[in-house]
C-alpha cells in the first residue's frame, strides 16, 4: 500500500485555487451567484448594496488568485473598517455594529 504524501493545509488550498484559476468562468453563473450571495453586502456597476467594497473593478484590482481566495474565504483579509465589533455597556446591553469615529472620550 501507497500512502499518499503529506501535504500541508496552505498548500493543498493554493493547490486548489490554481486549479480554479485555471477554469474558464461563466459570466451568467458568476452574475447569478453575485445576486444570491455577495449583492448583499457588494455592488457591481450601481448593482447590490454599498456596504462592503465596491467589486465593479476587481478584477483589475486582484490577480485570479486572490480574487478566488476573496470568494473563497471572504473573512480571510477585511480591511477594519468593515469588521464589526460587539461592546458590552453598562447595565449589561449588548450592542453589534461598526466603529464609524473613535475618540478619547467617544
Known amino acids: 500500500l501507497v500512502q499518499p504524501p503529506v501535504v500541508s493545509q496552505e498548500v493543498a488550498r493554493n493547490n486548489a485555487y490554481a486549479a480554479l484559476a485555471a477554469l474558464k468562468g461563466n459570466t451568467d453563473n458568476g452574475k447569478a451567484v453575485f445576486g444570491r ?12 448594496y454599498n456596504f462592503g467594497p465596491e467589486l465593479t473593478d476587481v478584477g483589475r484590482r486582484l ?3 486572490d480574487l478566488i481566495e476573496s470568494i473563497m474565504e ?5 480591511d477594519k473598517k468593515y469588521l464589526s465589533e460587539v461592546l458590552l455597556l453598562e447595565g449589561d446591553e449588548v450592542v ?11
Not at 471572504?74 to 477585511?78: E, V
Not at 461598526?98 to 475618540?103: D, G, K, P, R, V
Open 37 to 48: 450571495v455577495c449583492a448583499n453586502c457588494h455592488q457591481i456597476a450601481g448593482k447590490g
Open 63 to 65: 490577480t485570479r488568485h
Open 74 to 78: 471572504p473573512s480571510a483579509k477585511m
Open 96 to 106: 453589534t455594529g461598526f466603529i464609524a469615529n473613535e475618540s478619547d472620550t467617544e
